[in-house]
């Protein structure tokens, strides 16, 4: 069981718009940062959201986060075939002092 | 360009340590901390711990009994040890750029693949 809590499995058709939740608490994403990165299959992890919701130069506009309280989400607009992958938040968690991840998420273009 | 390039044994028996090293090509070595992640076979991530260049260390508690990473300035480069493995730690293994203080993940390296069985 992740302290950071995602859906296990989304879905959506190109060009359609998806949320991508990752719930946690006040020890990690209440007071801290939120990252998400992308994992496509057989590759590694690629940072997309920085900071709860800065692009690091690269990452299309297509990919936004946000937060609030102790949630945060990442959305994708537009979807394409190519954003088929495994999605992942991470929050540093004050009272366990470690990183922690989401569970991650796999993401399926119809 | 930021480059990272990590190596090690495959296949380990149990009881037996894990040895991975990490090299660091472009960019600062002493600006930033370094970490090591790893990703179980159809499930998720895990930190195991990060180490800056001093050798100050911040492991994973839930493994710190069994972590020992260690740096190697001169050649801009860290590793990892995971000792008495056992098929638990099965897993893809990745150095990465970034900890506590630092953005977590802003470049990877290729990973490799750890598979612990007798």
């Known amino acids: 069981q992740s302290v950071l809590t995602q859906p296990p499995s989304a879905s959506g058709t190109p060009g359609q718009r998806v949320t991508i939740s990752c719930s946690g608490s006040?020890?990690?994403?209440?007071?801290?940062?939120v990252f998400w990165y992308q994992q496509l299959s057989g590759t590694a992890p690629k940072l997309l959201i920085h900071?709860?919701?800065q692009r690091p130069s690269g990452v299309p506009d297509r990919f936004s986060g946000s937060k609030s309280g102790t949630s945060a989400s990442l959305v994708i607009s537009g979807l394409r075939s190519e954003d088929e992958a495994d999605y992942f938040c991470a929050s540093w968690d004050d009272s366990l002092s470690s990183w922690m991840f989401g569970g991650g998420t796999k993401l399926t273009v119809l | 360009q930021v480059q990272l390039r990590q190596w090690g044994a495959g296949l380990l028996k149990p009881s037996e340590t894990l040895s991975l090293t990490c090299a660091v090509y472009g960019g600062s070595f002493t600006t930033y901390s370094w970490s090591w992640i790893r990703r179980f076979p159809g499930k998720g991530l895990e930190w195991i711990g990060e180490i800056v260049h001093t050798g100050s260390t911040t492991y994973n508690p839930s493994l710190k009994s069994r972590v020992t990473m260690s740096v190697d300035t001169s050649k801009s480069q860290f590793s990892l040890r995971l000792n008495s493995v056992t098929a638990a730690d099965t897993a893809l293994y990745y150095c990465a750029r970034g900890g506590r203080w630092y953005t977590l993940g802003e470049f990877w390296g290729q990973g490799t693949l750890v598979t612990v069985s007798s």
């Open positions: 006040s020890s990690n994403i209440g007071r801290n940062y």
């Open positions: 900071t709860n919701y």
